[in-house]
């Protein structure tokens, strides 16, 4: 709307002055706050112009896009001179920071990002967020892999649940030696999990450093 206005001042003004109305045209100063003002919306509507799409999915741009907009608000704040302008770039730079911070702490927008081959880490406002990002996409990739591993033992001697004994400690008495294999089991699984963690960072990492 603003900028259809400033687009059409001069015609807007020519026409109210052939006009009997109390309406008075803008003036000189109200056309540079519409001019300065516009400066500092635009990048906002081109975001929201880029989100709206509906043939691409498009919740891994939100977070860079808006972290995009975070140096293109302080740089035209080095540019507009009026005190309006400023007041309304510092109040949107607020706004951005607080609203950042909310999206980046979301799991399914931040990991979204994460995973997309245009930004990975880069993508984040913040280096810490895209630290726990990556966190928990490890965590959840040692899961995935512990699952396959499990799935893997589970097919390869289908007769092992219907044929073996319940070998749980619930269900078993105590015997001798029992204490120490139970030890060594316990360090077994440990090693397994510290394994199944590692290939899952390592997988991570190599995913989210840029190439």
Sequence with gaps: MLQRMYNLREAVGAALAGLHTDITPLTSHQLRLISESLQVVSPFNDAAVELSEERRVSGSKVIPLLAMLHPTLEDDM????????????????????????NLQAMSIMSLATLLDPRFKKIGFFSPNKAQEAERRLTAE???VIRHRASSSSSSSNPSSSSTQPDTSEASQPVEKGDKLWRRLDHTVMQRRTQSETADATVEVHTWGNPT
């Design 141 to 143: 990739c040692a899961t």
């Design 78 to 101: 080095g540019t507009i001179q009026m005190e309006e302008s400023k007041a309304m770039a510092e109040g949107l730079k607020k706004q951005l920071r607080d609203k950042l911070y």
